[in-house]
């Protein structure tokens, strides 16, 4: 069965450190998209991606960075985590046009 | 400034009754609505949609209406089940850019036995 899974699940880094939060998808949709979720914000785009080699930043992009380099995969880094960084991180994946999109479990990340 | 809103953060029902939650959206351009549900430790899943061109949409015990005039949509969820507690996300999308969706802040429900 096609699914998308997100690694690690849960992560604990420190103010200042590089962090890289892993997404792969086998539903081989081109779209792909980055959110995090806090307290009465919902979920939040951070990064999307229409396709290979394509990237576009979101309305929380400031501090992240993604790279697609093949369908299947789009990890999310943080150049150098602040405490404002703690959240909840979701992956999805979609078809291109008007459907819904396929979430994976979330990372949460602490960064003390 | 939100674009998509659920002005109640949390709703409670009794088992069997009917649950109803609103969102309500601010821009125009809106044309392709959304809900998603989440349960704790686990990633937001699809529930129902519904296009500008219907005003209803229906799958089992869950139905969406929308109201374009008022910029308003609600589901309704009937009969409620113990299983259905959990966080409501409403979406929306444009034609303009139908893979980019806003989501609202999401509403907790909790079904009552």
Partial sequence: ?????????????????????????????????????????????????Y????????????????SRSNTED?????ESAASSQTSVYFCASSRQGPYEQYFGPGTRLTVT | DQQVKQNSPSLSVQEGRI????????????DYFLWYKK????????????????DKNEDGRFTVFLNKSA??????IVPS???DS????????????????IFGPGTSLSVIP
């Fill in chain 1, 1 to 49: 069965d096609a699914e998308i899974t997100q690694s690690p699940r849960h992560k604990i880094t420190e103010t200042g450190r590089q962090v890289t939060l892993a997404c792969h998808q086998t539903w081989n949709h081109n779209n792909m998209f980055w959110y995090r979720q806090d307290l009465g914000h919902g979920l939040r785009l951070i990064h999307y991606s």
């Fill in chain 1, 51 to 66: 396709g290979v080699q394509d990237t576009n930043k979101g309305e929380v992009s400031d501090g992240y960075s993604v």
């Fill in chain 1, 74 to 78: 789009l990890p999310l880094t943080l």
């Fill in chain 2, 19 to 30: 649950s109803i939650l609103n969102c309500d959206y601010t821009n125009s351009m809106f």
């Fill in chain 2, 39 to 54: 349960y704790p430790a686990e990633g937001p899943t699809f529930l129902i949609s519904i296009s500008s061109i219907k």
């Fill in chain 2, 71 to 76: 910029k308003h949509l609600s589901l309704h």
């Fill in chain 2, 81 to 83: 089940q113990p299983g």
């Fill in chain 2, 86 to 101: 959990a966080v409501y996300f409403c979406a929306a999308s444009a034609q303009t850019s139908y893979d980019k969706v």
